[in-house]
């Protein structure tokens, strides 16, 4: 490998040094607030590692990398999720009664694979990461092991995800048996050049699969919510935004790369999955109770929206969905941030009916969380608003009418439930949470500097995104 | 720049509001107060600057700047005729709003105050925005502090209204987004420029069947906030539920905002899906007329009642928007006014009488002239214009859309003058259950009060201002319809040069 290889890779090999490394800090006993801080420092190393590598892009590292531009956003945006992560985990963690400290080189780990999903060019890559991200998250879903669901979080989500990893595998195989090669611009070559094969189409259609229930799309979505829910919140957080962000770039750049927006059959296929994505993720969050499961069904409709911005396959898609993963990211974490600070060592604030009053009591909080809903719905003034706006027009550009209707359609049966969280919060004056803990200043301190960040980042993004917008339109995919 | 400045005033001192709340509860409300008055005072000093040269053309006022140049959406605010009257409209009940919240609300008061200004911020926006992605924008940004205001401060029911209000105008308002996006890309398409802004897009050739389409999305927005029949199921329990200065901006403004939509918005750009629509939106207006006065007539809660009389007298302002004459769109605008001044007025004074008695319902209430004789002589003033008494403005406006619709439809006309006589008899039954009869509680209840004699008196002035002298209203609004009846006719004429092609 040249110098180049190496400082293209860089963001990569902080995450790798860095997991090490909190492993050896983890063997000389030092406390977890030393372990969180310097872990939020090789967070941060990382992402300005990133500032270094812009002036090379794009850039091929051997046949299994490809660092673009794109790629390099969506690295920015994982290291950022995860740097939002680890800063939310001190609190959450050093209440509970287990040991916290391995929990950050899982953190470590789990980034490292979403990144290397954003920037593989290759099976071999991609399948790499997709695992790094995996095997790291089934320990973390169930990482508070005497808590009641999260074992059954962490057990289904195992049996399911390692279900996926063969369905895809078994998908790459039958394409590489078509098309002879394992990197994606060979098998564009193929494709161009040669007729459609039924195998390479059976074979994408397994790799749909198993990159659905990654994505946790209709109908590959039933592990979302108990994993949601039986997940520590900060993992949650970690799991709705890093782990398909990671995906969706991986599987953006193969069908840029094959042309599967050509495709009918994909297309229909994918058309159906988002149109079901919407409508179900949509009308079985109306129920619920909890709001982690709230969010979790949440996300399933979110999905489908991104992949409204996603089938056109116009050269505006990759700008779009980068761009709304941006908004859905900092939306989520805000929303996941609130419920950090406010759960307890007994049990997460995730019961919906305790959130009762909290305006009264604590308007900050409240009002992030609130932004954060609004945000979700798409109402205008935030993030999540222009974010739906760019997905229209991308749908809209290329005519795809019915899923312009659905969206807006499907988005309006959401607003119900949105809108009852922010109507529960002003509820009523008896409120059931209690304080946020007062112990650890410092870190209280930090976590609220992040969620007004980001809520500011939220209404920003809603009044003036233009100059993001610049940005996400300079973004390439070779 | 000062149409900015008025939009900036109300949200700055919505700002102000929200954070000395903090400090002393009493701070919001005169915050507020400061705040309403300078946008008054700004549009009256507007209003009176331009008054001679009105007639030159039809746009006084201009501001414009890029906002998200990527997707062609500018910050385009500008100003005819129509937007000033509406926008003194719009700061006048805003006055009036936090004059009757003054004592009402006592909890939570800067946050209160903070969502009333931003209501009228939004309502402002609407009347003054000249880019549709802009105009939508202030669309929704009213919608969020007005599901506050309902589901904080209202009464028992709040939530179910708050969340019906909400779904319904976020529902209908989504669907004129696609229809905006739509007509963008059709834009876009023709002529290679991507743009939001209303000049360009006004001057959009579209074929019938997408145009068809497209104003649908963009009625069903207005209809829902008008609302037209069958539509119209959120407002009575909005206003039954909201308080008492949340019903006076939702009859008085937000309602208005539909109307402004069709005038401004539907008309000009989809003239041709406009005529062909003509009849059959004339009908669910006279339907919509009889429909409400019928509903109103069966109430017994007096907000919900005041809430159909809406539904009535906004049922004879589609009929009149799509007679689609002069007289009939002057029509239009007057009743824009007076309803917001009347109906205004009733609801203020059912929420008087509900912080006296503590009830809604008209049939606890009765004889209540003999110890409130200065509300019950308002109240009737009221009533009367709620009848289309002549002298009071409502006389002026309902008549002119009659006369309007007369030329185009007669017996839609005859049908629609019916809810005159409907009218007539909801609006004595409103003043014989409440004010006249036995008394049916001995409770003492005090007459107005200095500040509610001075809220009447600047409503009851004013209609019967609109009643004896409504020109300088029809002069104002002048340039704004001749515009827009010039362009059916232009669109009439070219449609008739094919017919001799063919």
Same mark, same amino acid.
């Given at each position: 490998?040249?110098?180049?290889?190496?400082?293209?890779?860089?963001?990569?090999?902080?995450?790798?040094?860095?997991?090490?490394?909190?492993?050896?800090?983890?063997?000389?006993?030092?406390?977890?607030?030393?372990?969180?801080?310097?872990?939020?420092?090789?967070?941060?190393?990382?992402?300005?590692?990133?500032?270094?590598?812009?002036?090379?892009?794009?850039?091929?590292v051997?046949?299994?990398?490809?660092?673009?531009?794109?790629?390099?956003?969506?690295?920015?945006?994982?290291?950022?999720?995860?740097?939002?992560?680890?800063?939310?985990?001190?609190?959450?963690?050093?209440?509970?009664?287990?040991?916290?400290?391995?929990?950050?080189?899982?953190?470590?780990?789990?980034?490292?694979?979403?990144?290397?999903?954003?920037?593989?060019?290759?099976?071999?890559?991609?399948?790499?990461?997709?695992?790094?991200?995996?095997?790291?998250?089934?320990?973390?879903?169930?990482?508070?092991?005497?808590?009641?669901?999260?074992?059954?979080?962490?057990?289904?989500?195992?049996?399911?995800?390692?279900?996926?990893?063969?369905?895809?595998?078994?998908?790459?195989?039958?394409?590489y048996?078509?098309?002879?090669?394992?990197?994606?611009?060979?098998?564009?070559?193929?494709?161009?050049?040669?007729?459609?094969?039924?195998?390479?189409?059976?074979?994408?259609?397994?790799?749909l699969?198993?990159?659905?229930?990654?994505?946790?799309?209709?109908?590959?979505?039933?592990?979302?919510?108990?994993?949601?829910?039986?997940?520590?919140?900060?993992?949650?957080?970690?799991?709705?935004?890093?782990?398909?962000?990671?995906?969706?770039?991986?599987?953006?750049?193969?069908?840029?790369?094959?042309?599967?927006?050509?495709?009918?059959?994909?297309?229909?296929?994918?058309?159906?999955?988002?149109?079901?994505?919407?409508?179900?993720?949509?009308?079985?969050?109306?129920?619920?109770?909890?709001?982690?499961?709230?969010?979790?069904?949440?996300?399933?409709?979110?999905?489908?929206?991104?992949?409204?911005?996603?089938?056109?396959?116009?050269?505006?898609?990759?700008?779009?969905?980068?761009?709304?993963?941006?908004?859905?990211?900092?939306?989520?974490?805000?929303?996941?941030?609130?419920?950090?600070?406010?759960?307890?060592?007994?049990?997460?604030?995730?019961?919906?009916?305790?959130?009762?009053?909290?305006?009264?009591?604590?308007?900050?909080?409240?009002?992030?969380?609130?932004?954060?809903?609004?945000?979700?719905?798409?109402?205008?003034?935030?993030?999540?608003?222009?974010?739906?706006?760019?997905?229209?027009?991308?749908?809209?550009?290329q005519?795809?009418?019915?899923?312009?209707?659905?969206?807006?359609?499907?988005?309006?049966?959401?607003?119900?439930?949105?809108?009852?969280?922010?109507?529960?919060?002003?509820?009523?004056?008896?409120?059931?949470?209690?304080?946020?803990?007062?112990?650890?200043?410092?870190f209280?301190?930090?976590?609220?500097?992040?969620?007004?960040?980001?809520?500011?980042?939220?209404?920003?993004l809603?009044?003036?995104?233009?100059?993001?917008?610049?940005?996400?339109?300079?973004?390439?995919?070779? | 720049?000062?149409?900015?400045?008025?939009?900036?005033?109300?949200?700055?001192?919505?700002?102000?509001?929200?954070?000395?709340?903090?400090?002393?509860?009493?701070?919001?409300?005169?915050?507020?107060?400061?705040?309403?008055?300078? #946008?008054?005072?700004?549009?009256?000093?507007?209003?009176?600057?331009?008054?001679?040269?009105?007639?030159?053309?039809?746009?006084?006022?201009?501001?414009?700047?890029?906002?998200?140049?990527?997707?062609?959406?500018?910050?385009?605010?500008?100003?005819?005729?129509?937007?000033?009257?509406?926008?003194?409209?719009?700061?006048?009940?805003?006055?009036?709003?936090?004059?009757?919240?003054?004592?009402?609300?006592?909890?939570?008061t800067?946050?209160?105050?903070?969502?009333?200004?931003w209501?009228?911020?939004?309502?402002?926006?609407?009347?003054?925005?000249?880019?549709?992605?802009?105009?939508?924008?202030?669309?929704?940004?009213?919608l969020?502090?007005?599901?506050?205001?309902? #589901?904080?401060?209202?009464?028992?029911?709040?939530?179910?209204?708050?969340?019906?209000?909400?779904?319904?105008?976020q529902?209908?308002?989504?669907?004129?987004?696609?229809?905006?996006?739509?007509?963008?890309f059709i834009?876009?398409?023709?002529? #290679?420029?991507?743009?939001?802004?209303?000049?360009?897009?006004?001057?959009?050739?579209?074929?019938?069947?997408?145009?068809?389409?497209?104003?649908?999305?963009?009625?069903?927005?207005?209809?829902?906030?008008?609302?037209?029949?069958?539509?119209?199921?959120?407002?009575?329990?909005?206003?039954?539920?909201?308080?008492?200065?949340?019903?006076?901006?939702?009859?008085?403004?937000?309602?208005?905002? #539909?109307?402004?939509?069709?005038?401004?918005?539907?008309?000009?750009?989809?003239?041709?899906?406009?005529?062909?629509?003509?009849?059959p939106?004339?009908?669910?207006?006279?339907?919509?007329?009889?429909?409400?006065?019928?509903?109103?007539y069966?109430?017994?809660?007096?907000?919900?009642?005041?809430?159909?009389?809406?539904?009535?007298?906004?049922?004879?302002?589609?009929?009149?928007?799509?007679?689609?004459?002069?007289?009939?769109?002057?029509?239009?605008?007057?009743?824009?006014?007076?309803?917001?001044?009347?109906?205004?007025?009733?609801?203020?004074?059912?929420?008087?009488?509900?912080?006296?008695?503590?009830?809604?319902?008209?049939?606890?209430?009765?004889?209540?002239?003999?110890?409130?004789?200065?509300?019950?002589?308002?109240?009737?003033?009221?009533?009367?214009?709620?009848?289309?008494?002549?002298?009071?403005?409502?006389?002026?406006?309902?008549?002119?859309?009659?006369?309007?619709?007369?030329?185009?439809?007669?017996?839609i006309?005859?049908?629609?003058?019916?809810?005159?006589?409907?009218?007539?008899v909801?609006?004595?039954?409103?003043?014989?259950?409440?004010?006249?009869?036995?008394?049916?509680?001995?409770?003492?209840?005090?007459?107005f009060?200095?500040?509610?004699?001075?809220?009447?008196?600047?409503?009851?002035?004013?209609?019967?201002?609109?009643?004896?002298?409504?020109q300088?209203?029809?002069?104002?609004a002048?340039?704004?319809?001749?515009?827009?009846?010039?362009f059916?006719?232009?669109?009439?004429?070219?449609?008739?040069?094919?017919?001799?092609?063919?």
């Amino acid at each position: 490998m040249s110098n180049n290889d190496f400082n293209s890779l860089m963001p990569l090999m902080v995450l790798a040094g860095a997991s090490v490394l909190v492993m050896l800090l983890i063997v000389a006993r030092l406390s977890h607030r030393i372990i969180q801080l310097a872990s939020l420092l090789l967070f941060v190393i990382a992402f300005a590692s990133l500032l270094n590598i812009r002036e090379m892009l794009p850039y091929q590292v051997g046949s299994l990398f490809m660092v673009d531009s794109f790629g390099a956003f969506m690295i920015g945006l994982i290291i950022f999720s995860g740097l939002v992560v680890n800063v939310f985990s001190y609190i959450y963690f050093q209440e509970k009664e287990e040991g916290p400290r391995e929990y950050y080189v899982l953190l470590f780990l789990c980034t490292l694979g979403a990144c290397v999903l954003a920037v593989s060019n290759h099976f071999v890559s991609a399948f790499l990461g997709l695992e790094i991200l995996t095997v790291g998250l089934y320990a973390l879903i169930a990482y508070l092991r005497k808590r009641n669901h999260s074992i059954e979080a962490g057990i289904k989500y195992l049996v399911l995800a390692a279900f996926s990893s063969a369905f895809l595998l078994f998908g790459m195989a039958l394409v590489y048996l078509q098309t002879g090669t394992m990197s994606f611009a060979g098998m564009a070559h193929v494709v161009a050049t040669a007729n459609v094969q039924p195998f390479l189409l059976i074979g994408l259609g397994f790799m749909l699969v198993g990159l659905g229930f990654k994505l946790a799309v209709v109908p590959f979505h039933m592990w979302t919510a108990d994993v949601y829910q039986g997940a520590p919140v900060p993992v949650t957080a970690f799991i709705a935004t890093a782990s398909k962000g990671g995906v969706v770039a991986a599987l953006l750049r193969f069908f840029v790369a094959i042309d599967g927006f050509r495709s009918e059959q994909l297309q229909m296929v994918m058309i159906a999955i988002a149109i079901a994505s919407m409508i179900v993720g949509n009308l079985l969050a109306l129920r619920q109770k909890n709001i982690k499961r709230l969010l979790a069904y949440s996300s399933i409709a979110h999905l489908g929206y991104l992949l409204v911005a996603f089938i056109p396959g116009s050269a505006v898609v990759p700008q779009a969905v980068s761009f709304y993963l941006l908004t859905y990211f900092t939306t989520t974490f805000a929303a996941f941030g609130v419920i950090t600070i406010l759960s307890r060592a007994e049990s997460d604030a995730e019961e919906l009916e305790h959130y009762k009053a909290l305006f009264w009591k604590h308007p900050a909080l409240a009002g992030i969380l609130s932004v954060a809903m609004f945000s979700l719905a798409g109402i205008p003034l935030t993030a999540g608003f222009t974010g739906k706006f760019y997905v229209l027009t991308t749908g809209i550009g290329q005519g795809f009418w019915l899923l312009a209707v659905v969206l807006v359609l499907s988005s309006v049966v959401g607003l119900y439930y949105y809108l009852r969280v922010i109507t529960t919060m002003f509820a009523g004056t008896r409120d059931l949470l209690p304080e946020p803990p007062a112990r650890y200043p410092v870190f209280l301190g930090i976590s609220m500097v992040v969620l007004s960040v980001l809520t500011f980042a939220l209404i920003w993004l809603g009044i003036y995104p233009d100059a993001v917008i610049g940005v996400v339109q300079g973004l390439q995919l070779k | 720049m000062m149409l900015v400045l008025l939009i900036t005033v109300l949200m700055a001192g919505a700002v102000v509001a929200v954070l000395a709340g903090e400090w002393n509860r009493n701070f919001p409300r005169w915050i507020a107060l400061v705040a309403c008055v300078i #946008g008054l005072l700004l549009v009256i000093t507007l209003w009176a600057g331009t008054g001679h040269s009105v007639a030159d053309s039809q746009w006084l006022m201009d501001y414009r700047k890029e906002w998200i140049p990527s997707f062609g959406i500018t910050f385009h605010l500008a100003v005819d005729g129509l937007s000033l009257l509406l926008l003194a409209l719009t700061f006048f009940l805003g006055v009036l709003a936090v004059l009757c919240s003054w004592d009402e609300i006592r909890e939570r008061t800067g946050f209160y105050y903070f969502n009333l200004l931003w209501i009228l911020a939004g309502v402002a926006g609407v009347f003054m925005a000249m880019d549709l992605f802009l105009f939508y924008f202030f669309w929704e940004v009213m919608l969020i502090p007005m599901y506050f205001l309902i #589901g904080i401060w209202g009464s028992e029911n709040r939530v179910y209204a708050a969340y019906k209000f909400f779904i319904f105008t976020q529902a209908s308002g989504l669907l004129m987004f696609l229809a905006i996006l739509g007509l963008y890309f059709i834009h876009g398409r023709d002529t #290679g420029t991507y743009t939001f802004g209303y000049f360009e897009l006004v001057n959009t050739v579209i074929p019938f069947k997408t145009a068809f389409w497209l104003m649908s999305g963009f009625m069903i927005a207005f209809a829902v906030k008008l609302p037209v029949f069958p539509f119209h199921t959120w407002l009575p329990d909005a206003h039954g539920e909201a308080p008492t200065a949340g019903s006076l901006i939702l009859a008085g403004l937000l309602l208005k905002t #539909g109307a402004y939509g069709m005038l401004r918005f539907v008309v000009p750009l989809f003239p041709e899906a406009v005529k062909e629509m003509a009849v059959p939106a004339m009908v669910l207006g006279v339907v919509g007329v009889i429909y409400g006065a019928v509903m109103a007539y069966s109430q017994t809660d007096l907000k919900r009642l005041v809430a159909f009389t809406s539904v009535s007298h906004m049922g004879f302002v589609i009929t009149g928007i799509f007679a689609l004459n002069e007289l009939a769109l002057q029509g239009v605008v007057m009743q824009l006014v007076t309803h917001a001044l009347s109906t205004g007025a009733l609801f203020l004074m059912a929420g008087m009488i509900k912080e006296r008695l503590h009830t809604r319902d008209i049939e606890q209430m009765g004889g209540l002239w003999s110890p409130m004789p200065r509300m019950g002589s308002v109240g009737l003033v009221f009533a009367m214009a709620s009848l289309g008494l002549p002298g009071l403005g409502n006389f002026v406006a309902e008549f002119l859309i009659l006369l309007g619709v007369f030329q185009a439809q007669a017996w839609i006309t005859v049908a629609a003058a019916s809810g005159l006589i409907f009218s007539a008899v909801y609006s004595l039954r409103i003043v014989g259950k409440i004010f006249l009869g036995p008394r049916k509680t001995m409770e003492t209840v005090p007459d107005f009060s200095p500040r509610e004699m001075l809220i009447m008196a600047a409503l009851t002035v004013s209609v019967v201002w609109l009643g004896l002298f409504p020109q300088p209203v029809i002069d104002t609004a002048k340039p704004a319809i001749t515009e827009l009846v010039r362009f059916m006719d232009v669109q009439n004429t070219a449609s008739h040069d094919q017919s001799y092609v063919k």
